[in-house]
């Protein structure tokens, strides 16, 4: 089993570069022999793409990943360009991961009409397929038009892999036609075992993102998951796999505790049918735990 991380971890507020500090925790990583480092976007937040290339080009030998770009409001083109430039800064060791996003956070924010999503998520793969084959792209759908005077390739951008963010069954269906896996988060391994890895083909990645932290006070960092992930339980696609796993609260999927009850948590996903793991907000209260998270399960891992 191979176990990454997703970075920020929640321990950067105090860094007075955030790139540098980024870069830092990416080689951090990757000396304590975890496999991936999967870097996050927000509409306000570090470019994740543009963050993955740097670190992955300042840091050999590890994948480096986006968990995720949300598609909406950006032109397929406009990601399949920095992609491309991502995967040839990093020697071919980029995964693009993509989201739909929530239309109740997004629309809000751009100020942008929300399309529909299982439409756009067919188009934009589509067209992002087309661009990373190498084709000339003249694609007109429902949600998306893109037209271009030819190939679009950047020399050494070549075979990305591409994640989708899917947990409805819809947006499984698509993905297992037109992605090479799925990263949920909040997917607990009976949502996983029973909803998320029957629903695509043999061979498709299921990267499970799963909050984790080792610590000696897990009621004070339990107390911190409770207030920073409720968010999440009011956004429906992430309340209908909560519902699926059984859970009330985000944070009653977080592994918090000793390095073998996270280790003993991280385990049920894989026997769930992940083929990879990736620990979120493993610093959401300080340095030192994130670093004695990755260093406890990245023996546990590999």
């Known amino acids: 089993?191979?176990?990454?991380?997703?970075?920020?971890?929640?321990?950067?507020?105090?860094?007075?570069?955030?790139?540098?500090?980024?870069?830092?925790?990416?080689r951090q990583a990757a000396e304590a022999g975890l496999k991936s480092v999967w870097f996050s976007?927000?509409?306000?937040?570090?470019?994740?793409?543009?963050?993955?290339?740097?670190?992955?080009?300042?840091?050999?030998?590890?994948?480096?990943?986006?968990?995720?770009?949300?598609?909406?409001?950006?032109?397929?083109?406009?990601?399949?360009?920095?992609?491309?430039?991502?995967?040839?800064?990093?020697?071919?060791r980029f995964t693009l991961g993509i989201g739909l996003g929530s239309?109740?956070?997004?629309?809000?924010?751009?100020?942008?009409?929300?399309?529909?999503?299982?439409r756009h998520l067919r188009e934009y793969l589509t067209v992002l397929r087309r661009v990373f084959a190498g084709e000339t792209v003249e694609f007109a759908g429902e949600t998306i038009t893109a037209r271009a005077l030819g190939p679009s390739t950047v020399a050494g951008g070549g075979d990305i892999p591409v994640?989708?963010?899917?947990?409805?069954p819809q947006a499984l269906a698509v993905t297992g036609e037109l992605a090479d896996g799925t990263l949920p988060y909040l997917a607990g391994p009976r949502a996983l075992s029973e909803v998320i890895v029957p629903a695509l083909p043999d061979g498709k990645r299921v990267i499970a993102a799963v909050p984790a932290v080792?610590?000696?006070?897990?009621?004070?960092?339990?107390?911190?998951?409770?207030?920073?992930?409720?968010?999440?339980?009011?956004?429906?696609?992430?309340?209908k796999i909560l519902?699926?796993?059984?859970?009330?609260?985000p944070a009653d999927l977080a592994l918090i505790g000793d390095e073998k009850t996270v280790a003993d948590g991280i385990r049920r996903y894989y026997d769930a049918g992940a083929t990879d793991v990736v620990l979120t907000q493993t610093g959401i209260r300080s340095a030192e735990e994130r670093l004695r998270t990755w260093a406890a399960l990245s023996s546990s891992g590999s």
């Open 1 to 26: 089993m191979t176990i990454g991380v997703a970075l920020p971890a929640g321990d950067t507020d105090s860094a007075p570069n955030l790139v540098d500090e980024l870069i830092t925790q990416t």
């Open 41 to 92: 976007q927000l509409p306000l937040s570090q470019d994740a793409v543009a963050i993955a290339a740097l670190a992955g080009r300042e840091v050999p030998g590890i994948e480096i990943g986006t968990s995720v770009v949300p598609t909406y409001p950006r032109h397929p083109f406009l990601v399949a360009s920095a992609a491309q430039t991502a995967q040839a800064a990093t020697g071919g």
């Open 103 to 118: 239309k109740g956070f997004l629309e809000p924010v751009y100020g942008v009409e929300y399309p529909p999503p299982i």
């Open 163 to 168: 994640i989708v963010a899917a947990m409805g």
């Open 214 to 239: 080792v610590t000696d006070d897990p009621d004070a960092v339990r107390a911190l998951a409770v207030e920073q992930m409720a968010f999440y339980g009011q956004i429906p696609s992430y309340r």
């Open 243 to 249: 519902d699926a796993e059984g859970v009330d609260h």
